[in-house]
């Protein structure tokens, strides 16, 4: 009987001691493991136009607002900011150039009024699509296999984020809504190369080593990096090309066109 007794009492430790450590082990396999996202670089789309204040020119470019698209993992708040920082730069420029400058809240040209156009010496219009992306050469990705053990329950990339896209820049007759020049500027050929970790949660739970495991994730920042570089860059090329030089070559075919919708 005695034997008996400590035959049942042994197995009822031994019953708790499993069941304890199934609960733990479940316990730290249930976790999601914690992603550090690193936050040290600030948006800062800052440009200091290169040419001086030329002669005062009595004279209105009518500025539209910038239209541009963008990639996905861009923040929309970044998305707004750039857009709004480009549309002010670019008004300093002209500016600069000796220009009274009227910025719309309208990027078509369409919704001018008729005393806008007619006022108006040029209408600038930009649109494009900026692009941040991995470079797919340089750019690997990791995912986490499912286990109890030794699943981290992180997906990782880890790369160089490069830019795409195209900004276009119209200048265009007011009055008659002819377009009297356009360029484009290629979002691919800047020298724009950001390393980036990327890493998110997978789609089944970490094992035991995902408890024990901390993620990195610095893609923000690296975003972030790109747009201040892309911004400096666009805002240099743009620059050079609208001088009061290259401007007022517009002038003759400019007052042509008015003056021939005005008799029209």
């Known amino acids: 009987m005695k034997a008996s007794k400590y035959l049942v009492k042994g197995f009822k430790n031994t019953w708790q001691q499993c069941l304890l450590g199934a609960s733990v082990v479940a316990l730290l396999v249930g976790c999601n493991p914690k992603i550090i996202e690193a936050n040290k670089v600030a948006l800062n789309l800052s440009y200091q136009p290169s040419s001086h204040n030329a002669q005062a020119l009595n004279k209105k470019i009518l500025l539209l ?25 670019v008004e300093e420029i002209l500016k600069n150039q000796g220009y009274k400058v009227v910025s719309l809240d309208s990027s078509e040209k369409d919704d001018l009024s008729f005393s806008q156009k007619k006022e108006g010496y040029l209408a600038l219009a930009m649109s494009g699509e900026i692009v941040l992306r991995p470079d797919p050469k340089k750019t690997t990705q990791k995912k986490s296999e499912p286990g109890l053990l030794f699943s981290t329950g992180l997906d990782k990339m880890e790369g160089i984020l490069v830019s795409a896209g195209f900004i276009k820049i119209l200048l265009i007759e007011p009055m008659s809504g002819e377009v009297l020049d356009s360029f484009m500027l290629d979002l691919s050929e800047l020298d724009i190369h950001e390393k980036f970790i990327r890493t998110t949660h997978s789609s089944h739970s970490g094992g035991l080593a995902g408890a024990m495991v901390k993620g990195f994730d610095n893609s923000n920042d690296a975003i972030k990096n790109a747009l201040n570089k892309v911004f400096v860059d666009i805002m240099g090329q743009v620059d050079k090309k609208l001088t009061q030089n290259n401007l007022e070559a517009y002038q003759k075919d400019a007052q042509e066109l008015k003056n021939k919708k005005n008799k029209s």
């Open 65 to 89: 607002k910038p239209a541009f698209q963008y990639s996905d993992n861009i923040a929309k708040e970044y998305e707004n900011k750039f857009k709004d920082q480009v549309a002010l730069k």
